[in-house]
C-alpha cells in the first residue's frame, strides 16, 4: 500500500529561522510528487513536481529536493506569510492509478514575526 | 481565467437529504477529480474522470455518485447525507505533464465546499 508520511506535523519558526519539512514515502513506482501549500479555508495551491532522485526546484523561499525515499522543502529565511500547511503527494505508475494522488496529513507551518 | 470553482461554499444537511455539489473548470483540462479532506486524514480522493465521458471511483466512493457534465463540469452528488460525510470537499483539475513515459498530472484545486450533516 502506497503511504506518504510528513514530518513535523507542526512548525513554528521565528521570521528569518531557515528550516526544513519532510515528506518521506514508500511506493511502489514513483511517477511523481508534487508539494502544496494550502491557507486556511482555501483549495491547496500547486507549487513543485519533482520526478527523479537527485532533482530540485525553487520558488522564491522554497527549495524542493528529492530523494529515493523522501523529499525535502527547505525554507530560507521565513516571512510570516509563508505561514500555511504545506502538504506532500505522490503519483504512482501502478495501472489504474495513473492519475491518482496520495497525500500526506500536512506540516502546519507558523511563521512568527 | 477563473481556474477551478466550486458552488455553494458552505451548505448544511440534515441526515438523509440529498444535494449535489457542483464544480466547473476553464483551463480546458482532461481529467477532473472529488477529495473530501478531514482533520488528520488528509487529502482523499472519492471520485475521478480522466475524460469526458468517463468516471472511476476513487479511495473512498461510498455513498457518492458523480457525473461528468462536459468537459469544464463534474458534479458530485450525495444521496442520503450521513453524519459521517461531515467534510471540506474539493474538487480538482488536471493538466497532463509530457514526460514521455513518465507523464504525470499536476492537478489545481477549487477552494472548496464545507459540508456539514445534522
Known amino acids: 500500500e502506497d503511504q506518504v508520511t510528513q514530518s513535523p506535523e507542526a512548525l513554528r519558526l521565528q521570521e528569518g529561522e531557515s528550516s526544513s519539512l519532510n515528506c518521506s514515502y514508500t511506493v511502489s513506482g514513483l511517477r511523481g510528487l508534487f508539494w502544496y501549500r494550502q491557507d486556511p479555508g482555501k483549495g491547496p495551491e500547486f507549487l513543485f513536481t519533482l520526478y527523479s532522485a537527485g532533482e530540485e526546484k525553487e520558488k522564491e523561499r522554497l527549495k524542493a529536493t528529492l530523494t529515493k525515499k523522501e523529499s525535502f522543502l527547505h525554507i530560507t529565511a521565513p516571512k510570516p506569510e509563508d505561514s500555511a500547511t504545506y502538504l506532500c503527494a505522490v503519483q504512482v505508475s501502478s495501472s489504474g492509478s495513473a492519475r491518482q494522488l496520495t497525500f500526506g496529513s500536512g506540516t502546519q507551518l507558523t511563521v512568527l514575526p | 481565467n477563473a481556474g477551478v470553482t466550486q458552488t455553494p461554499k458552505f451548505q448544511v444537511l440534515k441526515t438523509g437529504q440529498s444535494m449535489t455539489l457542483q464544480c466547473a473548470q476553464d483551463?480546458?483540462?482532461?481529467?477532473m477529480y472529488w477529495y473530501r479532506q478531514d482533520p488528520g486524514m488528509g487529502l482523499r480522493l472519492i471520485y475521478y474522470s480522466a475524460s469526458e465521458g468517463t468516471t472511476d471511483k476513487g479511495e473512498v466512493p461510498n455513498g457518492y455518485n458523480v457525473s461528468r457534465l462536459n468537459k469544464r463540469e463534474f458534479s458530485l452528488r450525495l444521496e442520503s447525507a450521513a453524519p459521517s460525510q461531515t467534510s471540506v470537499y474539493f474538487c480538482?483539475?488536471?493538466?497532463?505533464?509530457?514526460?514521455?513515459?513518465?507523464?504525470?498530472?499536476?492537478?489545481?484545486f477549487g477552494p472548496g465546499t464545507r459540508l456539514t450533516v445534522t
Open positions: 480538482a483539475s488536471s493538466v497532463y505533464g509530457d514526460r514521455g513515459t513518465s507523464g504525470t498530472y499536476e492537478q489545481y
Open positions: 483551463m480546458n483540462h482532461n481529467s
